[in-house]
Nanobody
Framework: VHLVESGGGSVQTGGSLRLSCVLS????????MGWFRQAPGEEREVVAN???????RYADSVKGRFTVSQNSAKNILYLQMNSLEPEDTAMYYC?????????????????WGQGTQVNVSS
């Protein structure tokens, strides 16, 4: 499965961005998709996971500000980011893998996009 992210950019504190992740093909069984981010010098961390049944889990740091969604065909994953803060500055990645459980550990995912950079200035 090939993933391509887009939508990153530079905004000021309080601004919004919408990231997209396009999948080259759909999974035929249970799957999980996730948004991760990695700031310079930091480990990659989960932002949100979405199960194939639509269930979504958010990291505490983004709850109430970020929203994950999919299109009806389920081949595009979105991350709407509102009320952005400088601490949200990072490279954002989309990940996907088959399976019935969505892990927070990025090592559990085998399919990754190339990333899209988000910069938030104060």
């Amino acid at each position: 499965v090939h993933l391509v992210e887009s939508g990153g950019g530079s905004v000021q504190t309080g601004g919004s961005l919408r990231l997209s992740c396009v999948l080259s093909e759909l999974f035929y069984s249970s799957y999980c998709m996730g948004w991760f981010r990695q700031a310079p010098g930091e480990e990659r961390e989960v932002v949100a996971n979405i199960y194939d049944n639509g269930g979504i889990r958010y990291a505490d740091s983004v709850k109430g500000r970020f929203t994950v969604s999919q299109n009806s065909a389920k081949n595009i994953l979105y991350l709407q980011m509102n009320s952005l803060e400088p601490e949200d500055t990072a490279m954002y990645y989309c990940a996907a893998d088959s399976g019935s459980w969505c892990y927070d550990d990025p090592l559990k995912y085998t399919n990754w996009g190339q990333g899209t950079q988000v910069n938030v200035s104060s």
